[in-house]
């Protein structure tokens, strides 16, 4: 029914940027809050939690992990269903699966649901 489809990961040196961004599509009939969130190499087991990075609610407020405070940058674009995650002064810790999440409407009077994409990598080599 919904789709959250990541892109933009890569191989990066330390100190580089990137940006990673994902669209939203099929039954939506409104989109809440939009996040990034990461999991990092050897952290994959079951009940790991993956780390939030940054979320973004539908009028543009935003909040962000400490430790990408200053460097990461979230956006949106409601008409095109997007969210982007702007990664400067990338460091080696920075490597990881990130992943796009959305709270998301399928219909006006359904509750909302959380929906995953399903990652894209990001590397950051020192």
């Known amino acids: 029914q919904v789709q959250l489809v990541e892109s933009g990961g890569g191989l990066v040196q330390a100190g580089g940027s990137l940006r990673v961004s994902c669209t939203a599509s099929?039954?939506?009939?409104?989109?809440?809050?939009m996040a990034w969130y990461r999991q990092a190499p050897g952290k994959q087991a079951p009940g790991k939690q993956r780390?939030?990075?940054?979320?973004?609610?539908?009028?543009?407020?935003?909040n962000y992990a400490d430790s990408v405070k200053g460097r990461f940058t979230i956006s949106r674009d409601n008409a095109k269903k997007t969210v982007s995650l702007q990664m400067n002064d990338l460091k080696p810790e920075d490597t990881a699966v990130y992943y796009c999440?959305?709270?998301?409407?399928?219909?006006?009077?359904?509750?909302?649901?959380?929906?995953w994409g399903q990652g894209t990598q990001v590397t950051v080599s020192s």
């Open positions: 780390e939030l990075v940054a979320t973004i609610t539908s009028g543009g407020d935003t």
């Open positions: 099929g039954m939506i009939f409104s989109i809440n809050v």
């Open positions: 999440n959305a709270d998301i409407k399928n219909r006006y009077y359904e509750a909302y649901f959380t929906y």
